[in-house]
């Protein structure tokens, strides 16, 4: 009797598991979305509208236009781009003398013969071409000026080799009888945000910041006398080139940054395009939604329609093709009446 009695209880174990396992493995814990996308026509205008209509209600919507940064196509891999280069910074010029800033800012220029000796010497052998009248500088102590921007791409050599960009600061020796009395003490000026950009159809991605450029500053004797303290600092602990002096310096003073190599960016990885979620489960359902196109081509469009609990996820995709013309191509994209409110 109780060796039966085990059997018993065995069984009935088993049986509760069974239907327990049977409860938890339903295939269709998550239906497959019902979800159709049309359009009235395959041919629209540049800054049209273009409207197309859903049916279905599935969970989640995204959407992909088709342009750079939102393409279906990229959703799983990188997007490697050619990039324009492009270089800005801030210049702030600080203490010094009101109405006699000294200097007034540090002119900018550029080498591709610059050898890496980081010497007076050095600095003085290469060739540099000034390319300030490119930005925008203080013009008094107190000022911060962001720079604009300036497209580099042809300032690099054909042939790869790098480019290295100079800051050059002059400071006079102070007189007490300039300025109206006032004496020249000397201005600082601290380049800010210095930022090279490879800008694509999808954006921007920083390719040099001040912190990875590589600055080295590169002192004349001038500086002999001048206190520590007082001397220039390049990028390290603070993300800035600061160059200075003694505010009343003994004599002239001059002195450089100076970048290290700088390479052109052939391609800039701009990672996978992302959709934009249109609808989530919580939004009521969606029956129209327009997109603008701003430049001419022909587009494939991808709605992704999914639904997704925590039993998985089931989606279908839905991909239309519409060229965009111009303004002036005298092509009338098909009228269509709106649609009823959902």
Not at 119 to 132: F, K, L, M, P
Not at 309 to 326: A, D, I, M, P, S
Request: hydrophobic fraction near 30%.
């Amino acid at each position: 009797m109780k060796h039966t009695k085990i059997k018993t209880i065995s069984a009935g174990i088993l049986l509760a598991a069974l239907f327990a396992s049977a409860g938890c493995s339903k295939e269709d814990s998550v239906d497959m979305p019902s979800f159709e996308v049309t359009l009235p026509g395959s041919v629209f205008k540049v800054g049209e509208p273009v409207a197309f209509s859903l049916s279905g209600n599935p969970d989640i919507i995204s959407f992909y236009s088709g342009e750079a940064g939102n393409a279906y196509e990229y959703k799983d891999k990188d997007r490697i781009t050619p990039a324009e280069m492009t270089l800005s910074f801030t210049t702030l010029a600080s203490s010094g003398t009101a109405g006699y800033p000294n200097p007034a800012m540090a002119p900018i220029s550029y080498s591709t013969d610059f050898d890496g000796d980081y010497t007076e010497e050095g600095v003085r052998r290469a060739t540099w071409t000034d390319i300030s009248d490119n930005f925008k500088f203080p013009t008094d102590v107190g000022q911060n000026i962001p720079s604009g921007t300036m497209f580099i791409d042809d300032l690099f050599p054909a042939d790869g080799r790098p480019l290295y960009f100079r800051f050059h600061y002059q400071v006079d020796k102070f007189d007490q009888s300039a300025a109206g009395g006032k004496g020249n003490g000397r201005t600082q000026v601290n380049i800010q945000n210095f930022l090279i950009n490879g800008m694509t159809a999808s954006g921007s991605t920083p390719v040099y910041d001040v912190l990875t450029s590589g600055w080295q500053c590169v002192l004349t004797p001038s500086y002999d006398d001048c206190p520590t303290a007082n001397l220039p600092s390049m990028p390290g602990t603070s993300p800035r080139i600061l160059l200075r002096s003694d505010f009343r310096p003994t004599q002239d003073r001059e002195c450089w940054a100076v970048s290290g190599p700088l390479y052109r960016a052939e391609d800039v990885n701009t990672g996978p395009d992302m959709g934009v979620g249109i609808k989530t489960v919580s939004d009521p359902g969606l029956t129209r939604y327009e997109h603008t196109y701003t430049t001419p081509g022909t587009y494939t469009v991808t709605f992704v329609g999914a639904n997704s609990n925590v039993y998985g996820r089931k989606e279908v995709v839905r991909q239309l093709t519409l060229t965009v013309v111009g303004d002036e191509g005298g092509i009338t994209p098909p009228e269509y009446e709106p649609w009823p409110n959902p």
